[in-house]
């Protein structure tokens, strides 16, 4: 089983930068795909990023794309997402998430953060 602790939101003017982690507990971190999801108030949960195991692959959705860089830390059980040029848009909960094989979808993943609020003004 793996616990997930989000930290790194907040509230920011459009074009600044944030980076979020997620803490992961356990000794089996390097062997999850990791995930970023958010959700913004009255819709779904919305993929973001995913890093592999081993960092080798690595997949952004269209909308963050060149402005979202996903990363991980094996060593720290760290798994990050560093957000620059940040739009109103950008506005949700980010959640991270572990899952034993790649995948889009939220329900391709096990374990869940509680999320942590990104608020974007314009």
């Known amino acids: 089983q793996v616990q997930l602790v989000e930290s790194g939101g907040g509230l920011v003017q459009a074009g600044a930068s944030l980076r979020l982690s997620c803490a992961a507990s356990?000794?089996?971190?390097?062997?999850?795909?990791m995930g970023w999801f958010r959700q913004a108030p009255g819709t779904e949960r919305e993929f973001v990023a995913r890093?592999?195991?081993?960092?080798?692959?690595?997949y952004y959705a269209n909308s963050v794309k060149g402005r979202f860089t996903v990363s991980r830390d094996n060593a720290k059980n760290t798994v990050y997402l560093q957000m620059n040029s940040l739009k109103p848009e950008d506005t949700a909960v980010y959640s991270c998430?572990?899952?034993?094989?790649?995948?889009?979808?939220?329900?391709?993943?096990?374990?869940w953060g509680q999320g942590t609020q990104v608020t974007v003004s314009s």
């Open positions: 998430a572990a899952a034993r094989t790649a995948g889009w979808r939220a329900r391709d993943y096990n374990y």
């Open positions: 356990g000794r089996t971190f390097s062997s999850y795909v």
């Open positions: 890093i592999s195991e081993s960092s080798d692959s690595i």
